[in-house]
């Protein structure tokens, strides 16, 4: 099975400054990869995937995330945050586009 | 994309008793999944629902405790047995997004076990 690991539990940040969120997964077979927001006493959103071609994915709301595969991570980051982009963050695996394995969760507050 | 609805939003209830979650989307789906968000924690699978035939659990997940049904394309139940305040979390519902590889997910029904 799938092991997803953020690195970081909680990110505190300075509106207006850049972040990344780290993401690493265990398998060294191809993967698919996401990750997800989800905003206080809300349902997950989908910020953006990598399923093939350009390492470097765009998303939602200023949001990039770059895949390597030799480092087999998924960072997430955004050159500019606001205090609207507090929220919990998750990167998530799949091998076979129907089980999803998840990271414990980034919690980004962002602070003016 | 899909809208998927689920009820209740939030419930508390007494330790010992049931509780069946519906979740409906708006389009027919092959595959619905059910997950469980503990305080805190990140998202695990309970189950795989499929309709037309039995779901399949994950390890750690029986279907003693979370019997769940799955009636048609749209909708499913998860029913949470004989609760504990260890039961006490969020459940999610998901599909899997036909052709665009995501999973959309409910808004979640927070239980919690008294």
């Known amino acids: 099975a799938q092991s997803v690991t953020q690195l970081d539990s909680q990110v505190p940040v300075f509106e207006e400054a850049p972040v990344e969120l780290r993401c690493n997964y265990s398998?060294?077979?191809?993967?698919?990869l996401f990750w997800y927001v989800q905003y206080p006493n809300q349902g997950l959103q989908l910020l953006l995937k990598y399923l093939s071609g350009s390492t470097l994915v765009k998303g939602i709301n200023g949001f990039e995330a770059e895949f390597n595969k030799s480092q087999t991570s998924f960072h997430l980051r955004k050159p500019s945050v606001h205090i609207s982009d507090t929220a919990e963050y998750f990167c998530a695996v799949s091998e076979g586009f129907n089980k999803f394995y998840f990271g414990s969760g980034t919690k980004l507050n962002v602070k003016p | 994309s899909a809208v998927i609805s689920q009820k209740p939003s939030r419930d508390i209830c007494q330790r010992g008793t049931s509780l069946t979650i519906q979740c409906q989307v708006d389009?027919?789906?092959?595959?619905m999944f059910w997950y469980r968000q503990q305080p805190g924690q990140s998202l695990t699978l309970i189950a795989t629902?499929?309709?037309?035939?039995?779901?399949?659990?994950e390890s750690g997940f029986v279907i003693d405790k979370f019997p769940i049904s799955r009636p048609n394309l749209t909708f499913s139940t998860l029913t949470v047995s004989n609760m504990s305040p260890e039961d006490s979390s969020i459940y999610l519902c998901s599909v899997d997004g036909t052709g665009d590889h995501e999973q959309y997910f409910g808004p979640g029904t927070r239980l919690t076990v008294t």
């Open positions: 398998s060294s077979v191809s993967v698919y």
């Open positions: 389009s027919q789906v092959t595959m």
């Open positions: 629902a499929n309709q037309g035939s039995e779901a399949t659990y």
